[in-house]
């Protein structure tokens, strides 16, 4: 099983096997690749936004109070989002470049700096978030809620890394052209999520927190 998302791009398969189909169509007609490549990563990004509609949904059942301390971690969820997706998108993109330019060891040398990238970007922001939880929340006018809001938060906070690794590999595989693969990934993480929800939230009663473990698992299984 393959943990590697560099692996996984194929950017270090031997020379007979560098050029996949999604290098060839980063290489060939610029009209069939712009098609080729963007239609699967809208349906992607679409998808992406699935994730927090389903926890909304399941944690619904579990109260107001649980779903306005989901909403003050919403926030924080969407600068882990960020960040991983702008690292993703430099990463992906100098890739690309070195792809077009036949630079295979260029292409190899950038996925590899990006994981430390990620590594580094992890500890910065999930150590303090995890650690000052509480005194986050408690300013903002969390109330009553900030328990629970604390409860998911350090979940998210927790599995960070594979918040982080999701979105930089789906990155890498899409810079190497393979937006479809990408796109079916997140597609089979969001179905799992739905199912993964319910069992974590009430038949394991870890309540809102489980909401924010069946994202983590359902993002970690499809991407191990």
Same mark, same amino acid.
């Given at each position: ?8 791009? /194929?950017?270090?398969?031997? @020379? %007979?096997? !560098?050029?996949?189909? *999604?290098?060839?169509?980063?290489? &060939?007609?610029?009209?069939? #690749? ?53 690292? /993703?998108?430099?990463?992906? @993109? %100098?890739? !690309?470049?070195?792809? *077009?330019?036949?630079?295979?060891? &260029?292409?190899?040398?950038? #996925? ?113």
């Amino acid at each position: 099983m393959h943990n590697n998302p560099v692996e996984k791009a /194929g950017l270090f398969s031997s @020379a %007979a096997e !560098s050029k996949t189909k *999604g290098v060839d169509t980063l290489l &060939g007609d610029p009209k069939k #690749a712009i098609l080729k490549l963007a239609i699967p990563m809208i349906v992607a990004m679409s998808v992406q936004n699935i994730y927090q509609l389903v926890d909304t949904y399941w944690v619904s059942g579990l109260g107001a109070d649980a779903l306005a301390a989901m909403g003050f971690v919403f926030p924080f969820f969407f600068i882990s989002m960020s960040l991983s997706n702008g690292l /993703g998108i430099g990463g992906g @993109a %100098a890739i !690309s470049r070195r792809i *077009g330019a036949r630079d295979k060891e &260029g292409a190899d040398e950038v #996925a590899v700096h990006t994981i430390i990238l990620i590594l580094i970007l992890v500890l910065v922001f999930s150590i303090p978030f995890y650690t000052f939880a509480p005194q986050i929340f408690t300013p903002v006018g969390a109330g009553k809620t900030t328990g629970l809001a604390v409860a998911y938060a350090r979940v998210i906070f927790l599995g960070s890394i594979v918040v982080f690794f999701t979105n930089v590999a789906n990155s890498i595989i899409r810079s190497e052209g393979d937006s479809k693969r990408a796109m079916q990934a997140m597609v089979l993480g969001a179905g799992l999520n739905i199912i993964l929800d319910p069992i974590f939230i009430y038949t394991l009663k870890l309540g809102i927190a489980g909401a924010a473990w069946a994202t983590l698992v359902s993002l970690a299984i499809l991407h191990s």
